[in-house]
């Protein structure tokens, strides 16, 4: 586990970030290898989606299969290998008041530098797919509140979520969002609108308020756009959290399909690493070195 001072610094990180004009792009992770390649290629931040657990660990879709336990292990994980700030969908914060309070300080404790809760009803399922239902806005309020409250450093991010847009309507989301800002959230995620005249109304909506989120899903509800095109209209924060899963699906049915026609990785060779490139990007020297400093007998 991380400790807090690890932890603290990557908070007012992220905080700092935020605070610049320029939007920050947040990739989306599933594990520590895909948070170890997104900060080799540049990533400030990164985002830990549910889905992302549930689709990789799973092999399930998102629909609030995931624990409490399931995230922070793998939060855990990954903070313990890169030195970026990361984001973590906590979901419905699995229960209510008292579980988010509880999910946060567990996720804080894990590494995490912003927490996001959202206002579904449990079970819940991805804020692009049909049939969502919502809790209360004053029980949403009283997990943001709680979330608030029980967040160890002031500077761990409490990001509320509403998915009102697919359920209650446009107005109503933008309701539940002011209500939300008022319980004390830090950053804003309204999700899932369906045009950029809507994404530009929630913009002049909150201007001035707090960082809003925006989610990028191909193929999704929202239209696709540029982490500059968004921060044009007023986005302070975007994320792709289920990208690197569908790129290496798409990787894997295309390996898989050539190593069971051809018996071989031949004809695949250019679009893979091999041994040597992979220890690598691992470090896998730097880590023997080290150990063989602990070693008398130089076995690493």
Known sequence: ???????????????????????????GISDALTALVAARAGAEALYLSGANIAYGRLGRPDVGLVTMSEVEATLSQIAERVDLPIIVDADTGFGNALNAARTVRAFEKAGAAAIQLEDQEMPKRCGHLRGKSLVAVDEMVGKVRAAVDARLNASTLVIARTDAIAVEGFAAALDRGRRYVAAGCDILFIEAPQSIVQMREIARAF??????????????????????????????????????????????ERYYGSLLAHGTNGPFREQMLDFVELNERLGTARLLDAAAGYDPAGRG
């Open 1 to 27: 586990m991380l400790d807090e001072g690890g932890a603290g610094r990557r908070q007012i990180e992220l905080g700092r970030r935020l605070e610049e004009g320029r939007i920050l792009l947040a990739p």
């Open 207 to 252: 201007e001035g308020s707090v960082p809003l989120l925006a989610n990028m899903v191909e193929g999704g509800s929202t239209p696709m756009m540029t982490a500059a095109d968004l921060e044009g209209i007023g986005f302070r924060l975007v994320i792709f959290p289920g990208g690197i899963i569908r790129a290496l699906c798409h990787t894997a």
